[in-house]
DNA sequence: TCAAGGACCTAATACGTATTAGTGAAACTC
DNA sequence: GAGTTTCACTAATACGTATTAGGTCCTTGA
């Protein structure tokens, strides 16, 4: 198709050929005026003037897929997620990353590349191909939950600059994660300062850094308030909410902590299962939510209560990460290259001392 | 720095001349296999074997952009905004229609490209080379009220394939917008039905398509139900709606209908008007609203009823948006390539019959 | 046996820019 | 005035893939 068209020259965009023979000169020589020469070479101010004037006159732009082949820079970020669905619905929890990064780039001056469609692509077939395509631009972001290992070391193998957005356990990786860890202690030591002794946390299967961060976290806040931590972690898929929810009662539990997963079903479900039980949140139970994006806390069945707990700040997680992901483009990344954004707390209206009335009075 | 690489062969990622060295055969073959062969040519069962083979051994990814500066197609979709700021705000109307395009491309599997950072660049100096770079991708989505008329020109005159988000006047432009002249004299009618005859039509001052269009409307609407037009359409920029509220009044003037704008800056004004006159709402006076984008129509001054009527189908016109650009950049668009979908009534709570008392009886 | 035709593949080139090695000329050095 | 610098520029090549115009060799048919 490249030799489909003869190319009536009139109508043709402009390229740097073109203006090389309009000012009388080399292409080598319009790129140089165009790009900049090297440290030290230089060129006569009339070649540069005759040259940006053709420029000018021409309509001259670079082509930037012609620009990245020659391996310089197009200015162009890449967004990946290994989420099925890109979160530009606002209920998505991630969707604040988004505009986080939107922002930033915006700032900078940089254009940014959604890769949706090839996400897609590697969510049917685990195609190696679509993660390799982030390549088009200088650099990338990642995130979601769970990430193939393969494509992402083969990035690093090849050198190519990218951020993860939240905390990876691979050495190298470059990321810009929450302190979930923190965090989480704070919430469970606050629980524990109201008078909760017993309480559960749900959390989900998997093994993903968010959840580990947040159940190391829950546990370190239990030690440091001296709590019993032997039956505290409860993995769950939220089928089973029902049974756990009314054996905890009997076991004398006042408090259940739940993480905030991408999708919210977890939460979604447990309040599901206080309104079947018939229970008043935070009057039979407190409830708290580890790590909300900032603005998006839903409220506690029954009432107009916020869930108390803490924020992620993923819009500014989203800024970071750009940040530093153009600092590792330009080469000369500020340490840290991983870095733990600190976490809001939220006190909301879940969290209340355990009441005197029914099986919560019991101790043991 | 493309010569600073001397290559250790094992660590670059693999080309199409590396599987052609390791299967015995030329570059060329090994594109025509892993591209496809043109009508008519044949190639040996065998030979296609060993390449996929090779290919498969060495991981072998095509370089998206080599393959777009090989003019073949690269599955990206632009989109480019002549706002200031890209619509990744939830508050920004014209959000859904980032989330309509996001959701096409996803479905149809293109990547998208969201020119923000030169989009911010051209909106600092006008820089035509800010539109220009759309050309990355194998088509672009233009949308924003106010559009430079060159820049696009230039595309055109390329046959660049790019719709239009929105109506344009410009001929042979493509685009999908919004049937606002219908919708508005529908609103208009049903003011007319409710008693309504004395009514103002507030717009901006500028021309965009889409104030053309409702101001159309609106008149067509009132002169469908008889009523007298002569100065029913008012230019404001928001400063003097305190005097124009007065003076309505006095004139019998029962209903203002108002255009959206990207911003509401226009409906916010005329709210907070209206409750400095202390003014309710539909009580004392109906209001309008020509064109909220879906699910983001706003309450009405004093009450908590929702604006009457009609919403704008932003993200189907991004989903249909980005239909039309494939069709385009696969050369066959299915005609007609200007299209216009029609909005929703809303029936709200801002409408009602005019009340016997005050100004409002006085018929002339 | 010779030409015609087909099957299968390769050489060459294009896409548009970036970079480096090098060239010719002028200016300077001693 | 031969050697050295400096200046100002160009030739050549690389980036990785797509495409087309042939070129070989092998069958066929007459």
Chains 1, 2 share one sequence.
């Not at 890769?115 to 972001?141: I, K, M, N, Q």
């Amino acid at each position: 198709m490249n030799h489909a068209k003869p190319s009536p020259v009139g109508r043709r965009r402009p390229r740097q050929s073109d203006i090389a023979r309009a000012a009388g000169v080399s292409q080598a020589t319009v790129s140089l005026v165009l790009r900049g020469t090297p440290e030290g070479m230089a060129l006569a101010k009339s070649t540069r003037q005759s040259v940006l004037n053709a420029a000018e006159e021409l309509g001259y732009v670079p082509d930037p897929v012609a620009t990245r082949l020659a391996a310089a820079t197009n200015g162009m970020l890449g967004l990946y997620t290994f989420s099925t669905t890109f979160p530009t619905e606002v209920a998505h929890s991630y969707y604040p990353i988004l505009v986080g990064v939107e922002e930033e780039a915006t700032a900078q001056g940089q254009d940014l590349i959604l890769f949706t469609g090839s996400a897609r692509a590697a969510s049917r077939a685990d195609d190696p191909a679509a993660v390799r395509r982030v390549r088009v631009a200088d650099g990338c972001l990642f995130f979601g939950r769970h990430v193939p290992e393969g494509p992402i070391r083969r990035l690093t193998e090849d050198g190519f600059p990218f951020v993860y957005i939240g905390r990876r356990d691979e050495p190298g990786v470059p990321y810009v994660g929450a302190d979930y860890v923190s965090a989480s202690a704070e919430v469970v030591g606050r629980l524990a300062a109201a008078g909760h002794h017993h309480l559960r946390y749900l959390r989900e299967h998997d093994q993903a850094p968010a959840s580990v961060d947040r159940e190391e976290g829950v546990l370190r806040g239990a030690r440091a308030a001296g709590l019993d931590t032997s039956a505290m972690v409860v993995r769950t898929d939220g089928h089973d909410l029902d049974a756990h929810l009314r054996s905890w009662r009997e076991e004398g539990v006042t408090a259940v902590v739940v993480e905030q997963t991408d999708t919210g079903a977890a939460l979604a479900a447990l309040g599901a299962a206080v309104e079947r039980a018939g229970l008043r949140c935070p009057d039979d139970l407190s409830l708290a939510l580890l790590g909300a994006p900032t603005g998006t806390r839903g409220t506690a069945p029954g009432g107009g209560a916020v869930y108390s707990g803490f924020d992620v700040p993923m819009r500014e997680m989203g800024r970071d990460a750009v940040r530093l992901l153009l600092e590792l483009i330009s080469g000369a990344p500020e340490p840290p290259t991983r870095r733990l954004l600190p976490c809001e707390p939220v006190a909301g209206g879940t969290i209340a001392a355990p009441t005197a009335t029914g099986p919560n009075t019991r101790k043991a």
